[in-house]
């Protein structure tokens, strides 16, 4: 079990170095280490660009990644992202409307909208799939419905804004870390850190969704509470993931498959491990996209749908 | 394992239950015999599975009560009514990939609070699950790659090791094969005269039901037809009232089970 | 989704078929009627025989340049693309017994979008008749992975799977295009309306070079109908029966990516046309896919000219058909999913 986080520790520790150290100025292990220790000049490389954005991405690719095993508890399947919660298609809708119809100062309230837009898109599909009772496929069929209707009013936005106002709100929703800084790292720990552990404590609620629902209640659990509870910390988590760096795809979807196929057990060790290789991913998705000068939202995919041929494969094998 | 109590009762008091406006059980009262092993029997849609999870408190009943060791059910928590009776679908589902000692672990689910770590009794209690029904051996392999008997016993230590009075199963033996049917039953019959265990099982088999049950229940088009030991309701009457078959019944030579033979 | 047991229970007698007879005759009359309105919203109005003037005696009076080279164009356009991506629907949700599967939820609008916007930007191609076959290539490829996605695991390709398998395809597609259209400003601007569906400022000669593959494909999904009714009994009862199931899923594919891809082609990747007219031409004429299949085409042109005219009729407004078709269509899904009780394991 060591052996198997071991390795994706190592390499997250290997590349968050690299990634303080390389750059169009570049540092030496030694510079960060002078930075660490007070060396003014690296201080302000390292503390004020690098390490905000390298602690971005460990955040966010951690916030996805546990985001995505609940959606795929949940939802009892292994392709549901959070995405499907309507949280990208609500996020987006929501950053565009204010970047359309705002003007000034609207960079700090960029989250804000975000967040609301996507708790606003998961609570309509929640409510939607609600009849006397919950169905994983109810929600799964009224996320891809909303989502559509949410990339229809997006689309309606960008068709008829203003040229360079259509261009922010597209770079936005391509999903970037550029520009991160420590108030916006703060104020996605405030909102996520508790629902992170509140996540963690109910792991053992988590592998028993995995069940079917008489089976569950069987057990003693309540089953529409339970799943209520744990969207709700889903859309906590993921919201403020995608308010923080935009809507970032397939990370909530790999990372929990990594974390399976790499140790045995339930929830209570598969959710650190699926946030300890979120981190890793979009931290390795970061540095690829600096280097072509791309958002890493429009990497995450590129390696995600290769890697998931590669698990339809191992399955097929099996 | 749950000392020899036997003292959990289950009652039905004249219960409805429906789906979408139309009535699967009208009016039906039915009290569990506690220590034996009760079998529902019936033609499709008679409503056997919706009484099972009526009495499992799944169903809720328009009218009437269910009520478990004489606390109305409706009124208990989920938690509480789990750790007085467990039930297995007729077809329960679990993700592939779950070890045997890893699905047995979730029957301790009721027993453990939110900061309640795993203690050496609920291991004990598992691994006894898991001898009882003769999968100790396989505990580390994975629920997918099991044969249908094994799974079905995986299954069944999961729900003993909930540690309850009362098991409800639906059609346990589904889709196994004659052995492994026989395997099932036999070891249901040994939780109740061993263990002190209340079973109540929708069976499909009326001859089986005649070998393993202590009490037999006809259902038909909702309502109780008879009920009682096998030997009173194994009759021609009966089945074709209930089953509209015509049957001869006959007894075993070796030890008088009544055998019915069905002509049409 | 139990289509043997409606089919036991539906009236047999040739009554019903001649009703069914009647209704499509009268959809099919109805589309010139819609299509003539729909020429006729705008700020030019044009009367019956200045419509006919147009298009067999052209005199190049303003009133004629517009019908013939922006009006009609925009209704023909319409009336194919509407016809091509519903009928491309319901065979998907006949061959796959699927009620998700349609050319927008399954992702093969998405690889056949890809696949252009793919071909402007990288190579400069233009020509709606060029970019169609880089549409089917993209349509047929999209149908083969999304397929091969959704068939992975545990119960083959069940329509749950698919739908998310599209869905996982259709956002990995939009990456990629949006990846495209940041780095290349021109490309942007010349598809910026076309990718979200839209029938405005199709050329003449676009609807031309469409127009015989949508009509082929049209034609061959009518003659097809009946093995396609045949498929959608289930693999095995359709082996049973002594079909060549490999033959006909062939042809079936072969005729969706026709007709997606083409339409994809001339209009961009419009959703819930193929998805939401099957379930409507279901419940007018029951569960023969033969039926679904002829009234498809009728409803789906005429929904999609609705959907492109109304809003421009009523308000002046002049949105893009991909836009209006997921705010008609999107709902509606809604409400089937809520109503319907859906096995969709």
Known sequence: MIAALALPAVLTLVLAVLALAWGDAGLAPADIAAALSGDPVAGIVVGSLRAPRVATALLVGACLAVAGAITQAVMRNPLAEPGLLGINGGAGLGVTLLIVHLTGPIGRWLPVAGFAGAALAAGTIYALSWRGGMSSIRLILMGIGVSALTGAGIAFLTAFGDVREVQRAMGWMAGSLYGSDWARISWLVTWSAPALAATWLLARELDLLGFDDDCVQGLGLRLHLMRGVLILLCTLIAGAAVATAGPIAFIGLLAPHLARLSIKGGHVIRLPTAALYGALLLLAADLVARSLMLPAGILTPMIGVPFIGFLLRKQRDE | ?264 | MSPPAEIASAPPGRGADFARGIGLAVALALLPLLAFWAVNVGSVPIPLDGLLAGVLDFDGSREHVILREVRLPRVLAGLLVGAQLAVAGAIMQAVTANPLASPGLLGINAGAAFAVVLAIALAGFDGTGTLMWFAFLGAGTAAVAVYMLGSAGRGGATPLKLALAGAVLTAFLASLTTTILLRDENTLDSVRLWSVGSLSGRPVDAVAAIAPWGVAGLMGAVLASRPVMTLSLGSEVASALGQNLALWRAVSAVLVVLLAGSAVALAGPVGFVGLVVPHVARLLVGPDYRWIIAYSAPLGAGLVIIADTGLRWVAGIDLPVGITMAMIGAPVFIALVRRRGWNLR
């Open chain 2, 1 to 264: 394992m749950s000392e020899m109590t036997a003292t959990a009762r289950l009652e039905a008091r004249s219960i409805t239950v429906g789906y979408s406006n139309r009535d699967v059980l009208r009016d039906l009262t039915l009290s569990v015999p506690p220590g034996r092993f009760t079998a529902l029997l019936g033609p499709n849609g008679s409503g056997k599975s919706t009484l099972l999870r009526a009495l499992a408190g799944l169903a809720r009943p328009s009218a009437g009560e269910v009520m478990l060791n004489a606390a109305a059910m409706r009124t208990m928590s989920r938690r509480q009514i789990a750790r007085h009776l467990s039930l297995l679908p007729q077809t329960p589902r679990a993700p592939d990939d779950i070890s045997v000692r890893d699905l047995v672990a979730q029957g301790r689910y009721p027993h453990r609070g939110l900061f309640k770590p795993w203690s050496s009794m609920d291991r004990e209690i598992c691994t006894r699950a898991m001898e009882m029904t003769a999968v100790a051996d396989l505990e580390a392999k994975s629920l997918g790659h099991l044969s249908g008997g094994q799974r079905q016993r995986a299954w069944i230590a999961m729900t003993l090791a909930q540690s309850t009075d009362m098991l409800l199963l639906d059609e346990p033996t589904t889709y196994l094969d004659i052995a492994h049917q026989l395997d099932v039953l036999d070891l249901l019959r040994r939780l109740v005269r061993d263990e002190g265990k209340t079973v109540v099982a929708v069976l499909h088999d009326i001859n089986h039901a005649a070998r393993f049950a202590d009490h037999l229940c006809l259902l038909k088009e909702g309502e109780i037809v008879a009920s009682g030991p096998p030997g009173e309701i194994i009759q021609a009457r009966h089945l074709r009232t209930v089953f509209s078959i015509d049957a001869t019944i006959i007894h075993d030579p070796i030890d008088e089970v009544p055998i019915c033979i069905a002509r049409r």
